[in-house]
């Protein structure tokens, strides 16, 4: 067959109707990433229980927060080379694994400030492959149209179930069983990966640049059945070189510097500002007059309203993807006013309407920046792209529960919290807010540029 007859797979892909076999891979990521966001969270609703205990300061308890953070880092950055090189199915499982044997440890073992830190540390480097490869698979397979729309429904919804999971395991069973019920309920992951194992498809992009075209095709009649005839017989086009191990080098070639320079310093401040406000938002509210069950419950609520608010940006970037940077920019601007205005007031229903605007903009659109993120890229360093967004990102992750912790230790008070938070969240959107639309879509390449091999 010639090569103008070869099928291209973003084309196939592109062109699909959501069918069966999407909302499938939709669930089973939803599940994956629900168990990502609650385990994520859990740390928020230790500390109330384990800072006389073992004795912490402020500044120690940010730090117990951020551990699992710090593995996090360390997996997002570096399994983009192996999944780009390997395959995401089989990482993603590895990723699971990690997660299931460190989450059931640590209800078991944890038993001081070192010990807790260490294995959330571990459980971390499963962590940092569930996210970014869950919106990997999104990316290459949800037909482009849809694509915003289907990484929040199957990635930002389970993220943000885990973490209204994880407040209602906080509100209403820590205080019967202790902080470890967090995890042993944490631990149901365990039978999720058996399913995983036996029903998650490797990616078709993936497929495609490794030649591996017999399982392309059973994969594209699955997803696309009303041409499963044509596929029977249909030869496909795959990129001239395969990808090597330099795919970091590939996102500062001159082609992709500016968009993941820009991507990355505002992932920094703008998860400085997510984990910084998720991670102390009961302890803060109960100084400011909440009771225990109520501070318990605003992590919930930002949770819940982060996917209402990621669902809105994410239709407005679908109607017109070239607009995305200045959606984003819009979000966090007015997420971080809001924060800043606590700083002016109090009250229980303005506090509960500022958490629930901060959840709707400034995580909200987190959700939709991994998504545009994962559309930047070529598929040979996609995941290296991502992994490398959520991995910068992870370093404002980690000093955000730390540096809040040492303002608190300070001044004393939370205001200079939603000082660091809010002027966060600002800056971050006006830097996402500096690319044009030039920018935010960039021109397809089938290889890793010759300046990265």
Known sequence: MSFSSELDVHTELSGAAVGRSHRILGVLITLITMFDGYDTFNPAYVIHYVMEPWGLMPSQAGLLVSSGLVGFLVAAVCHGMIADRFGRRGTML???????VFTLLTAVFASSFLSFCALRFMTGLGLGVLLPL???FINELAPQRVSNKF?????????SLGGVFAGLVGVFLTP?????????????????????HAVLPESPKFLAARGRFDELRALLTKLRPERSAVYQSASFRSPQQAAGWNTIGALLTPRYRRVSLTIWGTAFLTLFAIFGLTGWI????????????????????MQATSFIGGLTLATLADRNLGLAPRYLATWWIIGGLAVLSLVFASGHGFNLAIVAVAGFCIIGAQHVLNNFTAGSYQTDFR????????????????????VIGLLQQATGGPDA????????????????????????????????????R
């Not at 590895?94 to 299931?100: F, M, P, S, Y």
């Not at 009961?282 to 609520?301: D, H, N, W, Y």
């Open 417 to 452: 919290v939603f000082w660091a938070i809010g002027g966060a969240a600002i800056v971050g959107g006006l830097a996402i807010g500096s690319l044009g639309i030039r920018d935010a879509a960039l021109p397809a390449a089938n290889t890793i540029p010759a300046e990265a």
């Open 151 to 159: 990484s929040l429904w199957g990635v930002t919804l389970g993220w």
């Open 176 to 196: 019967l069983y202790g902080w470890q019920i967090l995890y042993y309920v944490g631990a149901l992951s365990i039978p999720l990966t058996f399913v995983v």
């Open 94 to 100: 590895a990723g699971l694994w990690i997660v299931n």
């Open 383 to 402: 995941a290296s792209g991502v992994g490398m967004e959520l991995g910068v990102g992870r370093v404002g992750a980690i000093l955000g529960p730390y």
């Open 282 to 301: 009961p302890t803060v509210m109960i100084k400011r007059g909440e009771t225990f069950a109520a501070s318990f419950g605003f992590g919930a609520l």
């Open 134 to 136: 869950g919106t990997t």
